[in-house]
Structure formats: structure tokens, C-alpha cells
DNA sequence: TATTGTTATACTCTATAACTATA
DNA sequence: TATAGTTATAGAGTATAACAATA
């Protein structure tokens, strides 16, 4: 007859457990990953966040911009502009402004910077190897498009929930 | 004939995508998610880690031990420390000295702890239906499912690789 | 002598805002 | 006036080592 039942049980939260937590499956998933990676990036003296700017240039068809790098590495403007800034004092990336709009630069990797990722890139397999090897490689490529399918669903959740207005008023 | 044969491409790095890499995908399909947690977690003026911890002693059966605690949050011990003590400050937390080993002691949610997680759980559903809603009930179920044996495998393969000799020397 | 947990330290990232230059 | 990107700043977590207390 209340909305609050607390009365009831104090101590008994009506809330998922945590096991059945997503950000914390997603975590720990991430976290048992990194644990193998994690010494490999030590032992090249790069950070993963780094690291992931590196790679998204390694793998990225032609130079990309800023915001563009901000979005695939999943870090803030600031973080990528201090990277950069980073890798571009150590000959890893070279910077270009984009003629018709000064505003903007594409960066893209030096031979250096190919050369560095040339140079980590084995090491990064054979983790990879071990892990497909372990959970099975048909399982691990469901896994990865499943997770693929999870963002691209729930990113367009946003429009929803940012303008829902659209619905209620046609 | 050389073992370097970058000669042959040098923008080619043999390594698979960016998209394919797993720790990448666990950290969008985080940070996809986590976007509709944040605002919520900011609203209650709590932050990410220390909410993993307030969750995971509300959904503890009984007080944990700070050792314990960092495993489950997947936090360090320093970070567990100092968040811990802030949130006994908070008088969210209460700690108990183990008097069967007066250095460990254990940690559970006061009743305004348990107060304040049971008032922000209820959003935290809604936030969690809306995902279930649009991936599929089953569908995330099934990807928590994986999710979980996932890290039960390959925090396995810990042991094979940290003590190989064990194989070779029967 | 090993273990639990805290404290110390240096580094880095996060998050937001303010700012510069350009469009 | 809006946008791309940088810089400034505050806050917090990460990681490692050193340390205290206890076992």
C-alpha cells in the first residue's frame, strides 16, 4: 500500500545482483583481457591509452582527425590532444592541417610509428592466440559480434531517450 | 629471405583489426553502457568506483574483507583503502576488526549505506530495462552468460602460462 | 618470515570549462 | 555565431613500493 517498502526488509535492495551487472561483467571481461596485455604494453613503456591511439592510426585506411580519433579510442578531446601532443614529440605521428579548414589537422603514423606497432603487434597476437585457443576461436568471434551488435543497439537508445518528445507529439 | 620484411609494405602491419580487438569491444560496449549510468551516478554525487564498491557490499550476504573487496570491485588495494575510508566518513560503510585476526576487518553497508544504494538502485533498473528493451531480454542474458564464462576461461590460463615447466617436467 | 592493510609517491586519465583560431 | 582543437584546472584512480601491525 506504500511506495515505500523498505519496511519490509531493510537489508534486501530490489536490484539486480552484481554478477548480473553488465558494466561489471563488461569490466572484469576487459579486466581478464588486460591482464595479459597489460605486461606487453610495459614492456614497450607505452600506456594503454596510447596504445589505443597507435593502433586506431595502424588500422585507420588514410590520416584521421582529432575528433574522429576521440570517438574510435573512446577517449576525451583533451586526453587525445596531450597523446598526441606525446607521440608527436617522440616521431610517432606526424600532424598535417587540412588546407581547406586550418581548424583541423589528420594525424597519421611516421615509418616510426608503423615500425613501433610493427614491433608490439606479434607479441599482441600470440596473447590473442592464447585466449582464442582457451575460449575457442568461433566462440570468441560470436562474443566479439555480439558485443559489436550490443553498441551499435544501444548507442541508438540515446535518440529515444534524448528526444522523446518526437513520439508524444506528432 | 630476411626476418624483416617490412620492405614489402611498410603501412601493412600483420595484426588483426581494430574493430576485432576484444579488449577494444569490452571497452565500447562499457562505455556504451555506462553512458546511461553516469548522469545517474553524477546525480547522486557518487562516483564510478565507489558505487562498485557500495554495490558490492549490498549485495554481499555478509561483511567482506577488504582484500575480498578489491577483488570483486576489480580495484587495487590503495584505491579500496582510500575509497573506503571515505565512504565510513560518509557513514555509509561500517568496519569491524576480525578479532580472530585483529589486521583484517570487515566492511558492510550502514543502514543510511544501505539507505542510499536501495534509493538509487530503482533508477539504475530503469536505466537497465530501457537496454534490456532494446537488445533483448534473452539476447543480454546470454551475452552476461558469455560474458561470465569468458572470464572464468581465461583467468585460467594464468596458471599455464605463469608455470609452463609444470607440463614439461612431469 | 609472511600476510593484511594503509600510507606515500609519481604518473596518468577524466571531466569540465575557458580559450584560441578559424569558419 | 558555431566549430575544431588546445590549454587549464581540479579531482580521482592506477600502479608500485614502503611501511605498520599482526600472525
Not at 99 to 108: F, I, K, Q
Not at 136 to 158: M, N, P, Q, S, Y
Amino acid at each position: 500500500m506504500t511506495d515505500d517498502d523498505t519496511s519490509i526488509a531493510d537489508t534486501s535492495i530490489a536490484m539486480r545482483s552484481f554478477d548480473a551487472s553488465l558494466p561489471m561483467a563488461l569490466l572484469r571481461a576487459r579486466e581478464a583481457t588486460m591482464q595479459y596485455f597489460r605486461p606487453l604494453l610495459a614492456d614497450h613503456g607505452i600506456t594503454e591509452q596510447k596504445w589505443r591511439v597507435l593502433r586506431a592510426l595502424a588500422a585507420a585506411p588514410e590520416p584521421i582527425e582529432v575528433s574522429r580519433l576521440a570517438e574510435i579510442t573512446a577517449l576525451l578531446p583533451p586526453s587525445v590532444s596531450r597523446i598526441v601532443a606525446r607521440l608527436n614529440d617522440d616521431g610517432m605521428i606526424e600532424r598535417k592541417v587540412v588546407p581547406a579548414d586550418t581548424r583541423r589537422s589528420t594525424l597519421e603514423l611516421t615509418a616510426e610509428g608503423r615500425r613501433f606497432v610493427g614491433h608490439v603487434a606479434p607479441h599482441s597476437e600470440v596473447v590473442y592466440e592464447q585466449i582464442e585457443a582457451s575460449f575457442g576461436k568461433t566462440r570468441l568471434a560470436a562474443l566479439l559480434a555480439e558485443l559489436h551488435d550490443f553498441v551499435e543497439i544501444t548507442d541508438k537508445i540515446d535518440a529515444d531517450v534524448e528526444s522523446p518528445a518526437e513520439e508524444s507529439s506528432p
